[in-house]
């Protein structure tokens, strides 16, 4: 059976995130997010922060990441350290099109990235959302099989 194509679900998902970030005030960006030690900015920044970002440097990202997520994420942020609000929105807004590492698994990785994510801004600000259930049903489908997530040891039967 063919795995359906997420891609088209991965830049809805992006264009709803688009569409909060510009609604942000100054201290809601600089606030912790659910992630460890990344305030909204921070997570906003990661989610597209593989865009364009040809295999080579994503290669060389792993490596000086020294293979553990965490870490390659703090690399990969690197890039975009210097940008203000604007800059993020503006990163943001030309990447609602997954590229790169985020369109594997046919748009697996930036459709439950991006769902995941958009939580771990909302949820601390007290912004809940309905997830459309043509996004949120592939999303968790794909995260249970994704060996970097908790989301099988989490799920209840």
């Not at 510009?22 to 990344?38: H, I, K, V």
């Not at 965490?70 to 203000?84: H, I, K, M, P, Q």
């Not at 994510?117 to 995260?143: K, Y």
Request: aromatic fraction near 4%; charge should be positive; proline fraction near 6%.
């Amino acid at each position: 059976m063919s795995k359906p194509d997420l891609m088209p679900h991965a830049a809805e998902e992006r264009a709803d995130l688009l569409a909060l970030l510009r609604e942000l005030n100054p201290a809601q960006w600089n606030a912790q997010s659910l992630c460890t030690n990344w305030r909204i900015r921070d997570v906003a920044t990661h989610i597209v922060s593989y865009n364009k970002v040809s295999t080579a440097a994503t290669v060389a990202t792993f490596l000086r990441g020294g293979l553990r997520t965490g870490s390659v994420n703090e690399v990969a942020l690197t890039r975009y350290r210097d940008l203000d609000t604007d800059g993020i929105i503006d990163l943001v807004a030309r990447n609602q099109h997954p590229s790169g590492l985020p369109t594997g698994f046919k748009g697996g990785i930036a459709l439950t990235d991006g769902t995941i994510h958009h939580q771990d801004i909302r949820r601390p600000q007290g912004l809940p959302r309905a997830i459309p259930e043509h996004r949120l049903v592939p999303a968790l489908t794909f995260s249970l099989g994704a060996l970097a997530l908790p989301s099988k040891g989490n799920a209840r039967v």
